[in-house]
């Protein structure tokens, strides 16, 4: 691992974070209900992206588990908060 | 030292996703609608993670001396579940801006929501 790719993984993580800072602030601004859920559903996204670029860090493909697996999640939970939105039920 | 040309290419590529991420996330921010709202989250799910998809198929192939392409499957599935997400959320915000009797437009055939 050179110090150049170590100082731009340092960079973009900062950047990430920066991203997720304004996604929070969305989150907990958002005039209304599906607001909330949109800038969840980005936090979800860039977990991921932070995942994948821990895995080029620490170079281990065990971060890629971690990053699918938030893929899924992420989409579930999406999917069952827009479905509640919609209809106040989850299952019905 | 100079660094080798691969990870040079992987450190630019990580780069430009993060500003490709913070720009998504400025939109979702600035935006005044959320049906503007709506497309900006669209950047870091579609062209950031392909970019960092990219930088760590270079990474793991130039590690491994031989190809690993396993980061794909994210790029696959992540194509698939975005635009689900952002239909459903969007008929969801339609259907409660009419339930709170919002100006929007008409559905475009004759039945209700």
Do not use: C
Not at chain 2, 35 to 46: C, D, I, V
Not at chain 2, 68 to 89: C, D, G, K, Q, R
């Amino acid at each position: 691992m050179s110090p150049l790719l170590n100082l731009a993984i340092t960079v973009t993580l900062g950047l990430y974070a920066l991203a997720m800072g304004i996604g929070l602030l969305r989150l907990l601004r958002g005039p209304s209900a599906q607001d909330r859920v949109l800038a969840l559903d980005f936090l979800y996204v860039v977990g991921m992206l932070v995942m994948l670029v821990l895995a080029i860090r620490y170079d281990s493909s065990m971060y890629f588990e971690g990053a699918f697996l938030m893929v899924l999640f992420g989409f579930v939970g999406s999917l069952a908060m827009a479905k509640f939105l919609l209809r106040g039920e989850v299952i019905e | 030292m100079m660094a080798p040309f691969s990870e040079m290419v992987v450190a630019l590529l990580l780069l430009a996703s993060g500003v490709v991420v913070l720009a998504a996330a400025l939109g979702l921010w600035r935006l005044p609608d959320f049906f503007a709202r709506l497309h900006a989250p669209a950047l870091a799910s579609t062209l950031a993670a392909w970019i960092v998809t990219l930088a760590s198929i270079i990474h793991f192939t130039v590690r491994a001396g031989e190809l690993s392409l396993h980061v794909w499957l994210i790029i696959i599935i992540l194509s698939i579940t975005a635009p689900v997400t952002t239909i459903v959320l969007a008929r969801a915000a339609l259907f409660r801006r009419r339930l709170a009797g919002d100006d929007l437009p008409p559905p475009l055939s004759g039945h209700e929501v």
